[in-house]
């Protein structure tokens, strides 16, 4: 079974993590499962000895890793997001992954980067990291015990990725998650002018439902240009029965 198309796209991002040794961690579980592609997001400074001790054959991974400001400036050359965290809530995905389901996900996808977000080790990812996230994948874990170590997460979902990595066809190129945020504000302006919003934050919560659609969907520029041009169509419509 090829893998190397299938993985050499997947990115691990990881937000604010706290401790170097988790890093080192990190860096072996993705090696060991043909995963070379991390990013890590925030200003900390690690040691260099914790990081290296824990990577051990790995360090190259740590060498080459991409540091970003902000975990938006991280995702936006992707063209599908995904937060890993157990936590749900209001102002969460109202629907989750498994990383099987994850897998069969991706090798739908056409070409373009896929980054996996971990968060920090005390509290994972907050709820306005995971709002710029289009899904969420979650680790079913027993009741009695359910929070797994940063490097323990990583390592499962990387193994599931690796042993479901399929030979994918290359072709079209869907959108990335920037253009899919840009293109959801511009569907949402054409609703305000419509006088779609009624309610307090309807238009917050829409404009991010429509992104996370966009990017699932990986529609192709093409298609999304056509499927922006239907709300500036209804745009028109309305206003123009407004003039009558």
């Not at 990881?14 to 990190?26: E, F, H, K, R, W």
């Not at 896929?114 to 009741?143: M, N, Y």
């Not at 840009?182 to 238009?203: P, R, V």
């Amino acid at each position: 079974m090829e893998t190397a198309g299938y993985l050499e796209r997947i990115r691990i991002v990881l937000v604010d993590t706290q401790d170097g040794a988790n890093i080192g961690s990190v860096c072996r579980a993705m090696k060991t499962m043909g995963i070379t592609d991390l990013a890590i997001v925030g200003d900390r400074e690690y040691d260099e000895d914790r990081v290296r001790t824990l990577a051990l054959h790995a360090s190259d991974i740590w060498e080459k890793a991409k540091r970003f400001g902000t975990l938006s400036e991280a995702l936006a050359d992707s063209i599908f997001t995904v937060g890993a965290t157990r936590r749900r809530g209001k102002f969460r995905k109202l629907s989750a992954y498994s990383p099987e389901q994850l897998s069969e996900k991706i090798s739908t996808l056409p070409d373009g980067r896929i980054s996996i977000v971990f968060g920090r080790e005390s509290d994972g990812l907050r709820d306005d990291e995971v709002a710029q996230c289009s899904s969420i994948v979650t680790i079913p874990t027993s009741d009695a015990f359910p929070s797994l170590n940063l490097s323990q997460a990583v390592q499962i979902i990387c193994y599931v990725l690796f042993n479901g990595a399929l030979v994918y066809k290359q072709g079209m190129t869907a959108v990335s998650h920037e253009k899919a945020r840009e293109s959801a504000a511009g569907i949402s302006e054409h609703l305000e002018k419509m006088g779609y919003y009624k309610l307090a934050d309807e238009e917050k919560w829409t404009r991010q439902l429509i992104a996370d659609i966009i990017e699932r969907a990986a529609l192709s520029g093409e298609e999304l240009r056509r499927f922006e041009k239907i709300f500036r169509k209804a745009e028109l419509i309305a206003m123009h029965k407004r003039d009558i």
